[in-house]
């Protein structure tokens, strides 16, 4: 019996899916928790050559409500020459000083939600064009 979860689990491990070596990992929203637990993990990971941080206020500034913010970080980032491997966008706004999460349908606000939409969807999904500059050789 323990033959057989061995073998199964020596084949799970051989199956995992590794990054071709050499590449380059990007995670945006870096300064937060969930995104600054990534970049330390990927930072000890052999696959990549390169791991960048993306934050509004880092090296390589980059703010989802600014598109312009976001087509400069990926011109940058083509620069570190290493190609696109992943990127792991950690960014998410849930309530600030003026706007809590909503309990109830009355509670609802209109620009709570478009406050909500551009930073949760709108913001991200205007990150993955970005990634044909980032990545010279589009692999
Ligand atoms: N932590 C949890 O247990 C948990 C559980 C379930 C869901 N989530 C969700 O997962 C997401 C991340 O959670 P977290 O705990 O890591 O949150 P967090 O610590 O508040 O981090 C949020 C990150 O989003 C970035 N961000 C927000 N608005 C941005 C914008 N307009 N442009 C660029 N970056 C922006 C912030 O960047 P700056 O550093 O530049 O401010 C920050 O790095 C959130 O949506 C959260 O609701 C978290």
Do not use: C
């Not at 052999?46 to 976001?70: K, M, N, Q």
């Not at 998410?92 to 349908?105: A, I, R, S, V």
């Amino acid at each position: 019996m323990n033959t057989e979860i061995e073998r199964e689990t020596s084949l799970a491990n051989q199956s995992q899916d590794r990054f071709p070596p050499g590449g380059l990992a990007i995670v945006v929203g870096a300064k937060g928790a969930i995104g600054h637990a990534f970049l330390s993990l990927l930072g000890n990971d052999d696959d990549f050559a390169e791991v960048a941080g993306l934050s509004r206020y880092g090296e390589y500034p980059l703010d989802l409500d600014d598109e312009a913010t976001i087509a400069r970080a990926a011109v940058r980032l083509s620069a570190v020459g290493a190609p696109l491997r992943l990127v792991l966008d950690a960014t998410g706004f849930l309530h600030d000083d003026d706007f809590m999460p909503e309990k109830t349908w009355s509670s609802l606000d209109p620009a709570h939600l478009t406050r909500s939409f551009a930073a949760n969807a709108i913001g991200p999904a205007m990150v993955a064009p970005a990634r044909g500059e980032t990545s010279p050789h589009h692999n």
